[in-house]
């Protein structure tokens, strides 16, 4: 994103053309910015080439997961839904791990038969499952089991999925008899641990203390593991103010875990991905002065970008057009749905607004439609990608017959 | 809801039955219950018949709102989407009223064609635009004013939307300078005052302010209201202990607002309608042993019931057999999707469970279905309506090809 002569380009594109054209609320995806995400997550783990299974969670779009895969990166999917969509858009069967606490048989059955790399099992119910399930099929599944590792991700409690106190995979105690029954299995093959502690992790130590539990767990264990899956959880700068995941330090840690543990490294990110290379156009429609604040009414809501309603996490508002006028109030800017919890942000000193300007809501590609609903009966925005300065449809805007 | 010889029944239906037959996530409505809260409320405001205006941002479903309409009860809207579906269940454009704080200027157009009963104006600029279009369409637009009465509705801070910090209605001395505006206008006809401080309130007291605040403002206007929208906001017992609003005393102070202000009322009710005649069936995939608690894994997840993760709601969990053993630890009742948010409650001496046991979640039919998702790619769930002894689809489970 550049301002070029005040007004706001995205992949070089005037993105008030694109606001006028496609009409708002508008997903709009940078295919250069997915691109050198991924290429910089290569760089700084080069070392060991992991597997990078890409967290589909964050963003189900099928044109999106086609992209992502010519990359040649794989699929961490939840549910047999994700698991359709990732074949669908061509990831390799055998680049996808399924994770998730609530797998039931119809999901189980569905992987098994399509030979999906791993299953990362999260209870021991779940593990006599696919057991049931494989000796019917008279096949041997290969399995992982997430471990709980007890460690504080230091991120929002909502996102926070490493703790003991968090539904998620299983204690060191219980891996540890588990491992034991799965090597006596004759239908399940243990190939991976898998931890995963959070999302939107912005300091390296909870990852050391991550590796160190698994460090124990593995020793304690005396199982060889094929795979270590270190999840995904990697920070994206939301604040714009260069707070940054230090790669180079998880990947140096890694690097040393390695040389004791032989195993092949897989990550499940999503947001690292996919969070900063797409922005929500919206328009103004009202301003409405307040004592203190003047409420921006948006045309984008909730329904379309739940993140900030579900966690109270923010995301930049830039305008479309910069200007050194400021306003004297602070602003509220607001969609139109009729919940106070459908706000987005509230800032001092912006730049005056007025009605019917243009504004991008930043860093949407991850948990922004794949959160969305139709609340208030609001039908799902378009989403666009730009690739090689042309604009793709991605998605089409949901048209409002199809909801009644 | 009854046990009757321990099993859970439901407007005389055996629930565990339902749960077999139609597969879970199941949300379930009983037209006995919705009939008799809709009963219940025109009784308690019988002396003053008022106009009861459904909130269908609660409940968007057609067959619902088509029941709704037999009892001659009217719609509250707040976006085009919304109005069709009011519109196609065949409710009385004249009983319809559009409420919201960004009506864009082609919902606007839509409503004046309608002619539907009121646009409950937000602010300045939305009467502008409102008189814009009439003067276009050569007409004379009815439309009301909502109020910002600046009352707590001691209520979840979410759902509060009365207080000046919030994005709706306007104050009064802004409200008053309107009233100015629109008597001078050729366009407008100025038939109302809304208010509407909030949502799921249980205590009288908040309603007594906000009428004492609008028996003010109508005085300092001097002008006469056709219409008086108090708006909805009354609560349901959802922790079932009998905390009720009590409707009888808010009913007098209207009564008594009423010998001074010869207005008819207008109420928008959606949770008081329709909140406690639905409930969502869920089967328990797993259960995993913790250490100081179990977690009850269910099929259903925070994309078919949002309220938990979005405002900390809490809704009863029962089984639908009883028994009298206890478990000795405490449950958490999770969802399967892989978010630390998708969890439901957390249950102390709870009675033993075990897996594929079903289980009913209570007072789901507000901000239920409406709310829903497909986030992780799950489909949304099969709605049934039991009415007469006889089960009716009211909307057919998503499939998953309608998802990939």
């Known amino acids: 994103m550049l301002y070029i002569k005040n007004k706001l380009t ?3 594109k005037n993105v ?3 606001a006028k054209k496609y009409g708002t609320p508008l997903y709009c995806y940078s295919f250069n910015k997915l691109k050198s995400n991924i290429l910089e997550l290569k760089k700084y783990f ?3 080439s992991p597997l990078i299974c890409f967290a589909v969670k964050s963003n189900t779009n099928t044109k999106i997961l086609n992209e992502i895969k010519k990359f040649n990166l794989g699929a961490d999917v939840v549910s047999l839904g994700e698991l359709m969509k990732a074949l669908k858009a061509g990831i390799n069967e055998k680049k996808i791990v399924f994770s998730g606490v609530g797998k039931t048989s119809t999901e189980l059955n569905y992987a098994i038969k399509k030979n999906i790399l791993l299953i990362n099992a999260e209870s021991k119910s779940e593990i ?3 057991e049931k399930i494989a000796k019917k099929k008279k096949k041997i599944v290969d ?3 997430r471990l709980n590792p007890n ?3 230091q991120t929002l409690s ?4 490493g703790k003991k106190e968090n539904k998620f995979g299983v204690g060191e105690k219980v891996f540890l008899q588990l491992v034991e029954y799965i090597k006596r299995s004759q239908n399940l093959n243990l190939k991976c641990l898998s931890v995963h502690i959070g999302s939107q992790i912005l300091n390296h130590k909870p990852y050391q203390n991550m590796l160190k539990v698994v460090d124990r767990t593995i020793r304690k264990s005396k199982y060889k593991f094929e795979y270590i899956d270190l999840g995904g959880g990697m920070g994206i700068d939301y604040e714009h103010d260069n707070s940054k995941l230090n790669l180079k330090k998880y990947s140096q840690d890694i690097k040393k875990f390695l040389k004791i543990h032989k195993s092949k490294i897989i990550f499940e990110p999503g947001r690292s991905i996919i969070g900063n290379s797409a922005i929500l156009l919206t328009k103004i429609v009202y301003i409405k002065e307040g004592d203190k604040k003047d409420f921006v009414i948006l045309d984008v809501a909730m329904n379309d970008l739940m993140r900030p309603a579900l966690y109270g996490a923010k995301h930049k508002i830039i305008p479309l057009k910069k200007s ?3 306003s004297k109030k602070m602003y509220e800017f607001v969609g139109p749905i009729c919940e106070s919890t459908d706000t987005f942000s509230t800032i001092k000193k912006y730049q005056k607004l007025k009605e019917k300007d243009f504004l991008a809501i930043c860093d949407v590609g991850a948990y922004g439609v794949s959160l969305a609903s139709n609340y208030n009966v609001r039908p799902k925005p378009l989403e666009i990608l730009i690739k090689n300065s042309k604009v793709q449809i991605l998605k089409k805007r949901q048209k409002i017959s199809e909801l009644i």
Chains 1, 2 share one sequence.
């Open 151 to 153: 460690t504080d991700a």
């Open 128 to 130: 006599l499952e696919i």
């Open 158 to 161: 909502q996102i926070s999925t």
């Open 16 to 18: 008030e053309s694109l």
């Open 46 to 48: 080069r070392s060991f």
């Open 143 to 145: 399995i992982g089991i």
């Open 10 to 12: 995205f992949d070089k």
């Open 324 to 326: 050194n006028q400021k």
